[in-house]
């Protein structure tokens, strides 16, 4: 049998391995595949599937563990979030209830809605004390919750200062009070206990908010007034360019160095800095 050579295409025997007349390597002839071989290579695939499957499998199931157990962490942490909310607003609201009606009849003492004698005073102290207490026991259980860094604690500790203050008051001054004194603070005390009672009819499910609404009772519960910047400082904020050439904390100390030099000068009328 003769074939043809693919480089030069003289025909050479079928079996040669080399071309004689243009010396190139013939490219192998392909031996057909025996019945077993390919039976073999079927059976060698078809296990590559199949591992291949598995590996596929495995690293689908290893996601969905890992998707699952991330779920279940948020779950908890959800769920020991909703705990706590539940123990600080059921706590708050029975912490109002307890000492709503002392917060009102201390008003009604002070507006000489209930009258009681001078003897009576320690009394009526006594029980302030206890009304401080419980709201300091509050405090201490937001905290212990984890909630300390939160404002609702901050507040409690407030509510309980005040009424340790009445306490002070009705044991030492308050038969001294003058009428616009015990009128402002039963103005103050009835605002307090209208804010803490529309919360524990809600069962304080915004208690975050007890701080923010107490602002407009006044007193203690007021945030503190931002200092008004004398002029020195004023100026210095709406003339930026006199920073141009200094450092941050050159331009923090300036406006002490010029009311410095305008005190030696005896005073300035118009700032000029350079």
């Known amino acids: 049998m003769m074939k043809t050579c693919p480089y030069c295409k003289f025909e050479i025997p079928a079996d040669a391995l080399v071309c004689g007349h243009c010396r190139k390597n013939q490219p192998s002839a392909s031996v057909p595949k025996t ?3 390919i039976q073999s290579e079927k059976t060698a695939k078809r296990g590559c599937l199949i591992f291949a499957g598995a590996v596929i499998a495995l690293f689908s199931v290893v996601a969905v563990v890992g998707s699952i157990s991330d779920s279940i962490k948020q779950g908890k942490i959800s769920a020991e979030v909703d705990r706590k909310n539940k123990i600080e607003q059921r706590s708050s609201t029975e912490t109002a209830k307890a000492i709503l009606p002392g917060i009102n009849r ?3 003492l002070l507006e000489g809605k209930t009258q009681i004698s001078a003897a009576d005073h320690k009394k009526e102290a006594a029980k302030l004390r206890g009304l401080a207490d419980i709201a300091n026991k509050q405090s201490a259980t937001v905290e212990a919750l984890g909630w ?3 404002s609702t604690a901050k507040t409690w500790r407030q509510l309980s200062a005040m009424l340790t203050t009445d306490a002070q ?5 308050f038969s001294k009070m003058k009428p616009s004194e015990r009128s402002a603070s039963a103005q103050l005390h009835r605002k307090l ?3 803490l009672q529309r919360h524990a ?4 499910v915004n208690s975050a908010s007890l701080d923010t609404d107490l602002y407009g009772v006044g007193g203690d519960f007021a945030p503190p007034a931002r200092p008004e910047p004398d002029k020195y400082q004023r100026y210095v ?3 930026p360019e006199v920073c141009a050439d200094r450092t941050a904390a050159q331009c923090a100390e300036l406006p002490a160095l ?3 030099a305008c005190d030696g000068l005896g005073g300035c009328t118009d700032l000029e800095v350079k």
Do not use: R, T, W
């Open 35 to 37: 019945p077993e071989q």
């Open 106 to 108: 201390y008003a009604d």
């Open 148 to 150: 300390g860094d939160l």
């Open 169 to 173: 008051v009705m044991e030492a001054i």
């Open 193 to 195: 206990a209208a804010v």
């Open 201 to 204: 009819n809600d069962g304080f």
């Open 237 to 239: 904020s709406e003339h």
């Open 258 to 260: 010029i009311k410095q």
